[in-house]
């Protein structure tokens, strides 16, 4: 499940920071968009935006497997 917004866990280890975005239902495979966190790791740009992303429909790890990031864009699937 995704970290709801006020909880999302904290990206310090890495540098990095989180905003929120608007995900279309098309990349979380729901009915509505949804907000989710997106995060911003500093030796990492993403390849897509939320609203394009063509990343596959699963994470990769981060913080011991506690955290998912799609790996095009950077939103929270965990
Ligand atoms: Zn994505």
Redesign the pocket.
């Known amino acids: 499940m995704p970290y709801a917004l006020d909880r999302l866990p904290d990206l310090s280890p890495y540098g990095g920071h989180w905003t929120t975005t608007t995900v279309p239902a098309s990349?979380t495979l729901g009915d509505h968009p949804v907000e989710r966190g997106l995060a911003h790791l500093p030796d990492v740009e993403w390849q897509?935006q939320?609203d394009n992303?063509e990343?596959p429909p699963w994470g990769d790890e981060y913080l011991d497997g506690t955290l998912e990031l799609?790996?095009?864009?950077?939103?929270d699937?965990t």
């Open positions: 990349h897509y939320p992303c990343g799609c790996p095009g864009c950077g939103i699937v």
